[in-house]
């Protein structure tokens, strides 16, 4: 009754404004899927079935691409002379490209907005050179022939600096947060980005994000499984845009978001504590 209630509301606020107003969550859930780490020198075994998978299932998730790698951890493979015609085409059969920091080197430790990673690459460096950097990713991405729409930090590691500094490049996005509708804050929009692997959710909208130099076979399996029975609640950044009239969080989303954060965190400090057993 309830759900009945909620998705008749959702439709009536659609219809009247054709948008997703704020105060709004999706029902059904709608997903995104994001891909992180991207540069030519990622795990080429694992991404290519990633690959397969989005073009079997026309899917057109978010790319998030490291403009210029300087993180060892990310050369995983010989680097491929294809990866940026591969993005290219990916891109033009619908995906959206992400600029993932600049250089992905998360070399000092630093307090930011989420909280998740001590260490950052942006957040606590100086508004200037935030900027150039910002610049220096959209360029180079730009130089590939790729049109960035977003931006995604490394480690969720960002500061209001970084957030002025994504808006006065003239992007209008990031990637990030724990609501479950896209809202404003810091002068950007977020498009939260609450999962790591994918959860079956009744409403709201939920980006999975996806290392892929890091997945096992199982977990891709269990990504696979869930896309196929949910192929039709996949969207995509253009249609998240087209769709939701993002405001300020309202306070019970708000709260919702704190929670889900402190949920998050304390997850991870367990498993940090674990493995250090
Ligand atoms: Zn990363």
Redesign the pocket.
């Known amino acids: 009754m309830h759900s009945a209630t909620t998705r008749v509301r959702a439709l009536q606020l659609r219809s009247r404004e054709g948008r997703v107003q704020m105060g709004t969550l999706p029902k059904p859930a709608q997903y995104l899927l994001r891909f992180?780490?991207l540069c030519p020198t990622m795990e080429q075994q694992r991404w290519q079935p990633l690959r397969a998978l989005v073009s079997e299932f026309g899917l057109r998730p978010i790319l998030?691409v490291?403009p210029d790698n300087m993180d060892p951890e990310m050369k995983c493979s010989p680097s491929d002379p294809e990866f940026w015609a591969q993005m290219r085409e990916m891109e033009a059969a619908g995906a959206t490209i992400a600029a993932?920091?600049f250089q992905?080197r998360c070399e000092h430790r630093s307090e930011n907005l989420i909280g998740l990673h001590r260490r950052a690459e942006f957040a606590g460096v100086s508004l200037e050179l935030q900027s150039e950097w910002v610049a220096a990713g959209l360029r180079i991405l730009r130089g590939h022939g790729l049109t960035p729409k977003l931006w995604v930090a490394?480690?969720h590691a960002f500061d209001m600096n970084t957030l002025r500094a994504v808006r006065t490049e003239g992007l209008g996005y990031i990637s990030d947060g724990f609501a479950r509708v896209p809202f404003n804050r810091g002068g950007v929009t977020w498009i939260p980005q609450q999962l790591w692997s994918p959860a079956r959710k009744s409403k709201g909208l939920w980006t999975i994000c996806i290392h892929s130099n890091t997945m096992r076979k199982t977990r891709f399996a269990e990504l696979r499984s869930f896309v196929s029975r949910n192929a039709a609640q996949f969207t995509s950044f253009d249609r998240v845009v087209a769709e939701f009239e993002p405001g300020e969080l309202d306070l019970s989303e708000r709260i919702y978001e704190r929670f889900a954060l402190w949920q998050v965190r304390r997850r991870r400090k367990r498993t940090r504590r674990r493995r250090q057993r």
């Open positions: 992180d780490d998030a490291i993932h920091g992905h490394p480690r």
